[in-house]
């Protein structure tokens, strides 16, 4: 027995604890759970997370939920460079504060735009009114304008002078709207530059091959069975919490 990540790089948070993972050397089982075929709600899957969400962690007999909580005990069981959660208290709790702003921030505009763009008209055929995609778009610009002035400043990463685990989920909620042809970086030069310097940190082989699924999604055939639709709307509400 060792260390499984049941995971679906469909996911962010997922592409965040794979990303890092594989960046630090971390050896563990991928165990890979189909958000898109309700894979989430199998009975063998609730055993290990009745949350019925992904990621999750199972390390011999001990069993952890969300993403977060995950980055941060791998950080500390395997002793990660300190970049990446820093030890000293400032630089941690500039961590901790991005951490806890982007999930009822970024991570909900960046998720309603994939969903409101592709994910809802092309593979569930349901129409988004233009004026609910475009208070989307909206609220993602200001989340997009808040990361270059609250966050990113005039550092090279979001927390400080080097990568943290906040840079990584960040760059994974952003390959959402990417994912869907959204010009998230186009005219500002501040965030892309950022985003090359985090690619370049975690080598861009590990992020291409991180965003392969999520970005060939806009290839995905609609789904036909009602009951698969109405378990991926409820699975969207999840994900949003």
């Known amino acids: 027995m060792g260390l499984d990540l049941y995971l679906d790089l469909m996911s962010q948070p997922c592409r965040a604890v794979y990303i890092f993972a594989k960046k630090n050397g971390i050896p563990f089982q991928l165990r890979t759970v189909e958000l898109l075929k309700g894979q989430h709600y199998t009975d063998s899957f609730a055993q290990v997370n009745p949350l019925r969400k992904v990621p999750a962690l199972k390390d011999e007999d001990f069993i952890l939920a969300e993403s977060v909580a995950i980055l941060l005990y791998l950080s500390h069981k395997y ?6 959660y820093p030890q000293d208290l400032q630089a941690r709790a500039w961590v901790d ?6 999930h009822t921030a970024l991570r909900s505009c960046c998720t309603w735009a994939m969903w409101q763009k592709m994910m809802f008209p092309v593979v ?4 988004v009114p233009q004026e609910t995609l475009s208070y989307t778009l909206a609220e993602l ?3 997009l304008q808040l990361l270059e002035t609250k966050f990113l400043r005039d550092q090279a990463f979001l927390t400080g002078p080097q990568i943290s685990v906040a840079d990584l989920m960040a760059i994974t909620e952003l390959m959402h709207p990417v994912s869907t042809g959204c010009q998230v970086f186009e005219c500002r030069p ?3 530059a ?3 310097h985090v690619e370049a940190v975690v080598r861009e082989d590990l992020f291409q091959e991180a965003h ?3 970005l060939k999604a806009k290839d995905m055939p609609p789904l036909p069975a009602p009951t698969l639709k109405e378990k991926l709307l409820h699975s969207v509400w999840i994900l949003l919490q």
Do not use: A, G, I
């Open 97 to 102: 504060e991005y951490l806890s702003w982007q």
């Open 194 to 196: 950022w985003r090359r």
């Open 212 to 214: 392969t699924v999520v």
């Open 190 to 192: 501040k965030l892309d």
């Open 79 to 84: 002793k990660t460079p300190d970049h990446w």
């Open 124 to 127: 569930l055929h349901q129409l």
């Open 141 to 143: 610009d200001s989340c």
